[in-house]
């Protein structure tokens, strides 16, 4: 059974930091692309960004460039995204999600990051 499960969310101030983390299990991770998205409040989910399956490659939204990174552990089934110095505007719930080439795709529950002062 497919299963991802996103921690690391929670409130922070303008300016800090914060690392999430969603650990795969129930299928080959290190198969298989990588995705985060996220649903800003009264917002359609968007791509926040890609990493390949071994991690050789990462695409970030323009908007999270040089203050986002990912990154993953293959070896150890999980897949993070490094969030710096955090604005209010990317208060949303971050999700993990892949998908597969029959056209499956799965996604974790999300973990809240909520950005104020």
């Known amino acids: 059974q497919v299963q991802l499960v996103e921690s690391g969310g929670g409130l922070v101030q303008p300016g800090e930091s914060l690392r999430l983390s969603c650990t795969a299990s129930g299928f080959t991770f290190g198969d298989y692309g990588m995705f985060w998205y996220r649903q800003r409040p009264g917002q359609e989910r968007e791509r926040v960004g890609f990493?390949?399956?071994?991690?050789?490659?990462?695409t970030l939204l323009d908007s999270v460039k040089g203050r986002f990174t990912i990154s993953r552990e293959n070896r150890n089934n999980i897949l993070f995204l490094q969030m710096n110095d955090l604005r209010p505007n990317d208060t949303a719930v971050y999700f993990c999600h892949f998908r597969v080439s029959d056209g499956s795709t799965y996604w974790g529950q999300g973990t809240q990051v909520a950005v104020s002062s």
């Open positions: 990493i390949t399956p071994d991690g050789d490659r990462v």
